[in-house]
């Protein structure tokens, strides 16, 4: 029926003006009328001014989304822990949180109630884009419940000034001294690479970056340029001849990410958009995403500095969502002394417990080098503690096999007790005669460096005893993972069940008897845990390990054969006494624990169990 334009420029704030507008239409030439308006200009308030930035930011991520890679960089950060923080509660504490913000993207932490030292330990994954700021602002909050929360303190993170593809341990101030939060940072993700860090060539060749060990690193495959001086100098690096250099530098490993097939569709359409991630302890780097498929082809090439070769290599595959956190698509385990250098291999995922199989496979290809006597020295030393586990939940299932555990281990002794008492009360004869003379030949002419002698028969009798059952330990591993798996459906069966089951009126008492059935489980796991360490090292499940050991008691057996006892006691006494004032930072341990702790118990040796199936998963 006709349109009109004003022009807004000469109108004032809050002042009333009447226009009188003339309809007009191109196509048509008679008068169509005008109209009678009265306009004012007024100000947008500050709620309506954030309401229309945000209409305009969800319209900018809309059209992000549409983009192929709509992100530079994925921030990933690990929230380990706040020191220090300001009481703000009658009670003379806090419960803290934290919020994190990088351009349009924020997240916010759980709540530690009463502390002002809390201990976080989650994982966030933000994005940078070329055309947002790359400053990170970390504040921290009191929780209060019914009144609005309390600002406790913050603090600023320039990530342009951190090295991309490296961990970074940061401990940051907050302003004004309000306290301090640690946390793992690392910049990854990138689709594309200008440089070429150190990596190995496509015919195994390595260029490493001399004199920044430690730094993990990132490329893509096709940057290769082999050089063999450059190899030769990591061998050399490496070598028996430098190994009372950098003791913490172990070695260096290279992981090529090929591809992945089969993948689980997580999004509507039956496709996913997959990205993968590579953890080495607080080592965490990861891939860019493909989007809109389930055989991603990354093409990525890792490098990870080996600070402890008992080190677990987790690779994961997610799916990633704009509008919530990544949803899990699998998982593969892989210890790094199992690792065969340049082998390319399809690796079936598993679930986040690595119990189970789920759909799809990834093809690596992986190498290390590493100096074994740093190695060996760095086993009797405490083990780095990973910061972001999952976090253990009291389970009947859990609990009742923790429990079955330990029976095993209890009954082994009960049936050795059994064993001596029969020698004690000539159930056979045979048995309780020759028990007999070796007890007196034992006792008689016995020497403290025998003992060592003794454990070193043991280690020789199952080595023997692994090499004729070696074809025999697949079949057992079958049994266990079909056992494994069917605890597993138990497992989730009762979740479902108790899930039903659970209301509001008595969930707190519900949850305080899973606190203590939690800790009873957990106790029982570290008992299992141990035992079965013990078990497995003497079992030769680890050769490295046992080799070690066995190494291990030689020499002891040799200087127990040379030394008398009270010398070597007064040497560890005043070693323990004095390696505070030699080295105030030191933490302290124990050697044997520190060695048990690198060997795995069952239920990890299940975790870490590669699965297969009747085609052969060697690639060329």
Same mark, same amino acid.
């Given at each position: 029926?006709?349109?009109?334009?004003?022009?807004?420029?000469?109108?004032?704030?809050?002042?009333?003006?009447?226009?009188?507008?003339?309809?007009?239409?191109?196509?048509?030439?008679?008068?169509?009328?005008?109209?009678?308006?009265?306009?004012?200009?007024?100000?947008?308030?500050?709620?309506?001014?954030?309401?229309?930035?945000?209409?305009?930011?969800?319209?900018?991520?809309?059209?992000?989304?549409?983009?192929?890679?709509?992100?530079?960089?994925?921030?990933?950060?690990?929230?380990?822990?706040?020191?220090?923080?300001?009481?703000?509660?009658?009670?003379?504490?806090?419960?803290?949180?934290?919020?994190?913000?990088?351009?349009?993207?924020?997240?916010?932490?759980?709540?530690?109630?009463?502390?002002?030292?809390?201990?976080?330990?989650?994982?966030?994954?933000?994005?940078?884009?070329?055309?947002?700021?790359?400053?990170?602002?970390?504040?921290?909050?009191?929780?209060?419940?019914?009144?609005?929360?309390?600002?406790?303190?913050?603090?600023?993170?320039?990530?342009?000034?951190?090295?991309?593809?490296?961990?970074?341990?940061?401990?940051?101030?907050?302003?004004?001294?309000?306290?301090?939060?640690?946390?793992?940072?690392?910049?990854?993700?990138?689709?594309?690479?200008?440089?070429?860090?150190?990596?190995?060539?496509?015919?195994?060749?390595?260029?490493?970056?001399?004199?920044?060990?430690?730094?993990?690193?990132?490329?893509?495959?096709?940057?290769?340029?082999?050089?063999?001086?450059?190899?030769?100098?990591?061998?050399?690096?490496?070598?028996?001849?430098?190994?009372?250099?950098?003791?913490?530098?172990?070695?260096?490993?290279?992981?090529?990410?090929?591809?992945?097939?089969?993948?689980?569709?997580?999004?509507?359409?039956?496709?996913?958009?997959?990205?993968?991630?590579?953890?080495?302890?607080?080592?965490?780097?990861?891939?860019?995403?493909?989007?809109?498929?389930?055989?991603?082809?990354?093409?990525?090439?890792?490098?990870?500095?080996?600070?402890?070769?008992?080190?677990?290599?987790?690779?994961?595959?997610?799916?990633?969502?704009?509008?919530?956190? *990544?949803?899990?698509?699998?998982?593969?385990?892989?210890?790094?002394?199992?690792?065969?250098?340049?082998?390319?291999?399809?690796?079936?995922?598993?679930?986040?417990?690595?119990?189970?199989?789920?759909?799809?496979?990834?093809?690596?290809?992986?190498?290390?080098?590493?100096?074994?006597?740093?190695?060996?020295?760095?086993?009797?030393?405490?083990?780095?503690?990973?910061?972001?586990?999952?976090?253990?939940?009291?389970?009947?299932?859990?609990?009742?096999?923790?429990?079955?555990?330990?029976?095993?281990?209890?009954?082994?002794?009960?049936?050795?007790?059994?064993?001596?008492?029969?020698?004690?009360?000539?159930?056979?004869?045979?048995?309780?005669?020759?028990?007999?003379?070796?007890?007196?030949?034992?006792?008689?002419?016995?020497?403290?460096?025998?003992?060592?002698?003794?454990?070193?028969?043991?280690?020789?009798?199952?080595?023997?005893?692994?090499?004729?059952?070696?074809?025999?330990?697949?079949?057992?591993?079958?049994?266990?993972?079909?056992?494994?798996?069917?605890?597993?459906?138990?497992?989730?069966?009762?979740?479902?069940?108790?899930?039903?089951?659970?209301?509001?009126?008595?969930?707190?008492?519900?949850? *305080?008897?899973?606190?203590?059935?939690?800790?009873?489980?957990?106790?029982?796991?570290?008992?299992?845990?141990?035992?079965?360490?013990?078990?497995?090292?003497?079992?030769?499940?680890?050769?490295?390990?046992?080799?070690? *050991?066995?190494?291990?008691?030689?020499?002891?057996?040799?200087?127990?054969?040379?030394?008398?006892?009270?010398?070597?006691?007064?040497?560890?006494?005043?070693?323990?006494?004095?390696?505070?004032?030699?080295?105030?930072?030191?933490?302290?341990?124990?050697?044997?624990?520190?060695?048990?702790?690198?060997?795995?118990?069952?239920?990890?040796?299940?975790?870490?169990?590669?699965?297969?199936?009747?085609?052969?998963?060697?690639?060329?």
């Amino acid at each position: 029926m006709g349109q009109a334009y004003i022009d807004l420029a000469p109108l004032l704030i809050d002042r009333k003006e009447e226009f009188k507008v003339d309809l007009e239409d191109p196509h048509v030439a008679e008068d169509l009328g005008y109209l009678l308006l009265d306009l004012t200009l007024v100000p947008k308030t500050s709620d309506e001014k954030e309401e229309y930035l945000a209409k305009r930011n969800r319209l900018v991520e809309t059209q992000r989304s549409m983009k192929a890679q709509i992100w530079s960089s994925v921030v990933s950060l690990v929230l380990i822990e706040g020191k220090g923080l300001l009481p703000m509660d009658d009670n003379g504490l806090s419960d803290p949180y934290c919020k994190f913000r990088l351009g349009n993207e924020k997240y916010k932490s759980k709540v530690a109630a009463k502390t002002l030292n809390p201990r976080w330990l989650e994982q966030f994954d933000l994005h940078m884009y070329d055309d947002q700021t790359s400053v990170l602002e970390i504040s921290v909050w009191d929780k209060d419940v019914g009144s609005k929360d309390d600002f406790m303190g913050r603090c600023q993170v320039d990530l342009s000034e951190l090295k991309r593809e490296e961990t970074h341990h940061i401990e940051k101030e907050l302003e004004d001294g309000a306290g301090s939060v640690s946390f793992l940072l690392t910049i990854t993700g990138h689709a594309s690479h200008a440089h070429s860090p150190p990596c190995w060539g496509a015919d195994g060749f390595l260029i490493p970056q001399i004199g920044s060990a430690g730094n993990e690193t990132i490329t893509d495959l096709a940057n290769y340029m082999p050089d063999p001086r450059e190899r030769l100098e990591v061998q050399r690096r490496f070598s028996l001849l430098r190994s009372l250099r950098n003791l913490n530098d172990v070695g260096l490993l290279q992981v090529k990410v090929i591809k992945a097939t089969g993948l689980l569709a997580a999004d509507f359409g039956g496709k996913s958009d997959p990205f993968c991630v590579l953890e080495l302890t607080n080592a965490r780097l990861q891939t860019q995403t493909i989007y809109k498929t389930l055989n991603p082809e990354w093409g990525k090439v890792f490098t990870f500095q080996v600070k402890d070769i008992h080190s677990i290599l987790e690779v994961s595959c997610y799916d990633e969502d704009r509008n919530k956190s *990544a949803e899990f698509l699998g998982k593969v385990a892989i210890p790094l002394l199992r690792i065969k250098n340049g082998e390319r291999k399809a690796f079936f995922l598993k679930d986040k417990k690595l119990r189970r199989r789920t759909k799809g496979s990834i093809v690596l290809e992986m190498e290390v080098i590493y100096n074994s006597i740093k190695a060996s020295w760095r086993t009797f030393n405490p083990k780095e503690v990973k910061y972001l586990q999952m976090e253990q939940k009291f389970k009947r299932q859990v609990l009742v096999r923790n429990l079955q555990r330990v029976s095993r281990l209890v009954m082994a002794v009960v049936n050795t007790g059994r064993f001596v008492k029969s020698c004690f009360e000539w159930e056979s004869k045979t048995r309780s005669i020759t028990a007999f003379i070796m007890y007196v030949l034992m006792v008689w002419n016995f020497e403290l460096y025998m003992l060592p002698l003794v454990l070193l028969s043991i280690f020789f009798k199952y080595y023997i005893v692994r090499s004729v059952m070696e074809g025999r330990t697949d079949q057992q591993e079958v049994r266990t993972d079909e056992e494994a798996e069917e605890e597993e459906q138990d497992e989730d069966e009762d979740d479902e069940e108790r899930g039903k089951e659970k209301s509001k009126s008595f969930k707190e008492k519900l949850q *305080a008897i899973q606190d203590v059935c939690q800790t009873v489980q957990n106790g029982l796991d570290e008992v299992a845990s141990l035992g079965e360490s013990v078990k497995n090292a003497f079992n030769w499940t680890v050769p490295f390990l046992s080799w070690l *050991a066995v190494i291990t008691l030689a020499i002891a057996t040799v200087v127990l054969y040379f030394i008398p006892l009270r010398y070597l006691v007064l040497v560890w006494g005043i070693n323990k006494f004095t390696k505070k004032l030699r080295n105030p930072n030191a933490i302290p341990n124990n050697e044997l624990l520190d060695f048990l702790s690198r060997v795995p118990s069952d239920e990890e040796l299940i975790e870490y169990k590669e699965l297969k199936s009747e085609e052969t998963q060697q690639l060329s």
